[in-house]
């Protein structure tokens, strides 16, 4: 059977800032009409019988910024993908991680970045970076004391970084690389935005992180 697309205004304002609303046309497609003032974009999304092909993806929709046709298995994800491509066309801007954040998770994550800053600096705090004398950066994952600093394996994106509401710090869960010796690692003067995230109004349970984005200080590896 074709999937039911419910007549409701969907919003989308955690992520985007912007309103939208289905608008039902013939022949079931509707039209995805959003809103980010002054700003209006148009795409649309429809539904197709898969009781021939049960293994097909039940939604289609119009990328705004390719023009091409794509399924989706999810209503809201056919939407997210049509929002995404409004971005593509620089008709939306995306919100940063801490600005979908509520009142009350910003302010818990302000007191954690102030006890962070608040910490001493003999050496790196588990989500610095480390920056090693060919360019490359790496975020550190596992502090020993006062012997050496793992960094984060793969990709400077890669691994879990769970930020300490109480003190600042974080838990890093993913591979590790061979430690830096302490005495390597040189302090600059700069800070870097990098991806954390910690529960939601501090209430520890499954399904309920908030990503968010904190300056780190960054460390020179020397030779």
Same mark, same amino acid.
């Given at each position: 059977?074709?999937?039911?697309?419910?007549? =409701?205004?969907? $919003?989308?304002? !955690?992520?985007?800032?912007?309103?939208?609303?289905?608008?039902?046309? &013939?022949?079931?497609?509707?039209?995805?009409?959003?809103?980010?003032?002054? %700003?209006?974009?148009?795409?649309?999304?429809?539904? %197709?019988?898969?009781?021939? @092909?049960? @293994?097909?993806?039940?939604? !289609?929709? #119009?990328?705004? $910024?390719?023009?091409?046709?794509?399924?989706?298995?999810?209503?809201?994800?056919? %939407?997210?993908?049509?929002?995404?491509?409004? =971005?593509?066309?620089?008709?939306?801007?995306?919100?940063?991680? @801490?600005?979908?954040?509520?009142?009350?998770? !910003?302010?818990? #994550?302000?007191?954690?970045?102030?006890?962070?800053?608040? !910490?001493?600096?003999?050496?790196? %705090?588990?989500?610095?970076?480390?920056? *090693?004398?060919?360019?490359? #950066?790496?975020?550190?994952?596992?502090?020993?004391?006062?012997?050496?600093?793992?960094?984060?394996?793969?990709?400077?994106?890669?691994?879990?970084?769970?930020? &300490?509401?109480?003190?600042?710090?974080?838990? *890093?869960?993913?591979?590790?690389?061979?430690?830096?010796?302490?005495?390597?690692?040189?302090?600059?003067?700069?800070?870097?935005?990098?991806?954390?995230?910690?529960?939601?109004?501090?209430?520890?349970?499954?399904? $309920?992180?908030?990503?968010?984005? =904190?300056? =780190?200080?960054?460390?020179?590896?020397?030779?």
């Amino acid at each position: 059977m074709t999937p039911e697309i419910k007549r =409701v205004v969907v $919003n989308y304002k !955690r992520d985007y800032d912007a309103d939208v609303q289905l608008l039902e046309l &013939s022949e079931g497609k509707h039209a995805v009409i959003a809103t980010q003032s002054p %700003i209006e974009g148009c795409s649309f999304i429809w539904g %197709i019988d898969t009781r021939k @092909n049960p @293994n097909s993806d039940p939604w !289609r929709y #119009l990328c705004p $910024n390719t023009g091409r046709i794509y399924s989706h298995p999810a209503l809201s994800g056919a %939407i997210a993908q049509i929002l995404a491509g409004f =971005v593509s066309q620089g008709l939306f801007e995306v919100k940063g991680p @801490n600005d979908r954040l509520d009142e009350r998770d !910003r302010a818990l #994550l302000i007191k954690a970045i102030s006890k962070r800053e608040a !910490r001493g600096v003999a050496f790196p %705090i588990v989500g610095d970076v480390l920056r *090693y004398p060919d360019g490359e #950066l790496k975020r550190a994952a596992h502090v020993w004391d006062e012997d050496g600093t793992q960094p984060a394996s793969g990709s400077y994106s890669c691994g879990s970084y769970c930020l &300490s509401l109480q003190g600042g710090g974080a838990a *890093y869960s993913g591979g590790l690389e061979g430690s830096v010796a302490h005495d390597r690692l040189k302090l600059t003067d700069e800070r870097q935005d990098v991806a954390f995230w910690f529960f939601h109004h501090d209430r520890a349970m499954a399904h $309920n992180a908030v990503q968010c984005s =904190v300056p =780190v200080r960054v460390w020179e590896v020397l030779d």
